[in-house]
Every structure is written in structure tokens, then in C-alpha cells.
């Protein structure tokens, strides 16, 4: 999620060397063959609002569109990032977490098992004595298939939570997913950990607002990246982002809106879905499938991917000041650490 007027140069980090990321392991073997022959996934993304500090609510809306996706038979259905908390970040947000195993991700389990889907949603997790940008994906069996921690946070988001270093690809029975959770896959970690390990498709979940009109830089459609990835990768894309307005009133005023814009984008590069900016699903059948891979040695280096960049190196440069900031603030706060403690689980 991006929160004020440069976050979104985050995106564009090229060669600095302001966040220390291991990038491209090594190169795929191009003898991998895969356990899966060419098939069919039909994937449905949610372009919803969320509704500020009302889980509750925020559930409940994603429960109808998930009973309209299984309806027009979606095999997996992805939300936005942060679906269920809400359109920004601040000091009220640490209300508004979750513990990793609450109304959330049991949400996730039971919507999965009673509709049998695959279903990707993320939430504010309180670990602990920190909180996390959390991606949660559950099985058609109601099982919990894996969970990704949003690794880099964008710039003051790391006033609000901790970024996590972890595996981004998920092994299921339909394939490995890579996940990036919005800005972090503008970066090249998350891309060369996909080249890595070969994922199969790739999931991008947004909540990424266009701040133009407060005289910030403007969120680019879902198809910028989708097909930058499928290009590179030779595997289907899903990006999904919200819509609605991201607004927090002063001090610290944030007014931006969410553009929507989602995309999906198949394995040869085709888009089957660019969305607009009304709320509503996108559905698409991809096609997974292991010959269309490129198998590229790498697909970038340095920090961020200059192909993608929204932003300069000036703002780079305000980015990671800003960040090295908000990591200072957040590890020295008390009422950080006692709040994620009140609401995570007891040991």
C-alpha cells in the first residue's frame, strides 16, 4: 500500500544500493520438465473498496463476490492487498490487526472449503510483539496452501509494520505461485526468486492509489507490470488492486484514489482482462503451461527494475530516507510493541 506523494517512486530503484536484497540465484535448469502438461486455470480477481477499520464489513462484501465468482466457476479467486483492513495505513491501523490465525485467514478457510476454490486474501497480522503485511492462500479443502509476508515496505509504511524476509512462492497442487505484494514487485528480489524457483504463475496484489491530484505521481495500470512479468517469465500474471478512495483526514492527510485498473495476462503475453475503475470481477481462463517458460538466465539486477520504474533516482533516494526513518521509529515504539502484543495470541 502507498501512502503519500513518493511512495510510488519506490518502484523504481534501478541500481542504488539502499536496500541490501539477495537478487538472481541461480539459473533454472532448462531440463526441468514439469509434473503438469499444459492446462487451464480459471482465475477471477476482486476489485472491491475497503472500508477503513471494518473487518467485519470488509468480509462480507468479499463474501459476495466470492459466491459470484464460484458462481461463474472460478477455479482461484485473488483480492487486493490489505482487503480486509482498509484504504491506508496509520497509528489507527494497529486497531484493526488481526492475529495470524483470526477472522481473516478463518475467513479465507471456510469461503475455500464451503465454495471449494482456491482464494488469495491478505490482512494486518499482529506477530508477536510486530505487526506484518500478510498474503494468505487457501486450498478448495479449506486448508491454509501457504502465506507470504510482504518482505520491503514502501517507504513509511515502515512507521506501521515490519517487512519480512521469506520465501514468495507458494508450492501447491496446481503449480508454484509467485506472490508480490504491490510495490515490493517492482523490485528485483521478487522477481529473480520467481526465476528461481520456477514459478508458474504469478499473483500481484495492489492497493496502490493514484495521489495526482494531491500532487503525487499516478498508480499505472495493472497491464504495466502484468505484462513486463509475463514477457520475462513466460507464465500468466494477475495483478488486482482496489477502488474507492484512500483518504485519512489531517494531520498526515492522505487523498488519493484507488484507479482499479486490474489486469490479467496469459502466458503468451495475451490480456484477457484490463479492468477500469468500477468495482466489480474480472474473470480469465490462463493457461499454464511449462513449454512457454523462457528460462532466462535473469530478467534484472540491481535493487530495482529499471523497466518498470515510475519514479527517478531522486526519488529513490527520498524512498529509502524515508524508510531508514520509519525502521527507526517503528523499532524504538513502545506503543507498537504493546498493542501487536495485546492482540497477538498468548504463548
Not at 102 to 118: A, D, E, M, P
Not at 119 to 133: P, Q, T, V
Not at 145 to 161: L, N
Request: with cysteine; net charge positive.
Amino acid at each position: 500500500m502507498r501512502m503519500l506523494v513518493y511512495v510510488i517512486a519506490l518502484m523504481l530503484m534501478g541500481r542504488t544500493g539502499a536496500v541490501q536484497i539477495p537478487l538472481n540465484g541461480p539459473r533454472p535448469d532448462n531440463t526441468e520438465t514439469s509434473k503438469f502438461a499444459a492446462r487451464p486455470l480459471r482465475i477471477a480477481i476482486v476489485q472491491m473498496k475497503s472500508l477503513d477499520h471494518d473487518i467485519d464489513a470488509n468480509l462480507r462484501q468479499a463474501s459476495i463476490y466470492a459466491d459470484e465468482a464460484a458462481a461463474r466457476r472460478a477455479q482461484f479467486v485473488l483480492f487486493p492487498e490489505l482487503m480486509a483492513t482498509g484504504s491506508y495505513l496509520s497509528f489507527y491501523t494497529w486497531d484493526s490487526a488481526e492475529p495470524s490465525h483470526g477472522k481473516t485467514v478463518q475467513w479465507l478457510k471456510s469461503t475455500s472449503r464451503r465454495l471449494h476454490i482456491w482464494l488469495g486474501a491478505g490482512f494486518f497480522e499482529a506477530s508477536g510483539a510486530d505487526f506484518y503485511d500478510t498474503f494468505v492462500l487457501t486450498a478448495p479443502s479449506g486448508d491454509e496452501a501457504g502465506r507470504v509476508r510482504k518482505q520491503i515496505p514502501a517507504g513509511p509504511e515502515g512507521y506501521f509494520f515490519r517487512g519480512d524476509v521469506g520465501p514468495h512462492v507458494i508450492p501447491t497442487a496446481i503449480g508454484k505461485i509467485g506472490v508480490g505484494i504491490c510495490a515490493e514487485s517492482y523490485y528485483c528480489f521478487a522477481a529473480s526468486q520467481f526465476l528461481k524457483d520456477s514459478a508458474d504463475f504469478i499473483l500481484m496484489r495492489h492497493s496502490s492509489p493514484d495521489m495526482s491530484n494531491g500532487g503525487g505521481l499516478p498508480s499505472p495500470p495493472g497491464t504495466h507490470i502484468a505484462s513486463w512479468y509475463a514477457k520475462k517469465f513466460g507464465v500468466p500474471v494477475v495483478m488486482v488492486n482496489k477502488v474507492g478512495r484512500s483518504y485519512k483526514p489531517p494531520p498526515n492527510e492522505i487523498n488519493g484514489i484507488f484507479p482499479g485498473r486490474s489486469a490479467i495476462v496469459d502466458s503468451d503475453g495475451t490480456i484477457l482482462q484490463s479492468m477500469a475503475n468500477q468495482e466489480g470481477i474480472g474473470i480469465a481462463n490462463i493457461t499454464i503451461d511449462p513449454a512457454r517458460k523462457t528460462r532466462a538466465d535473469q530478467v534484472c539486477t540491481g535493487v530495482g527494475i529499471a523497466e518498470l520504474a515510475v519514479g527517478g533516482s531522486a526519488g529513490a533516494a527520498a524512498v529509502a530516507e524515508e524508510y531508514a526513518r520509519a525502521k527507526k521509529s517503528y523499532d524504538n515504539n513502545p506503543v507498537r510493541k504493546a498493542k501487536a502484543l495485546s492482540i497477538s495470541p498468548k504463548r
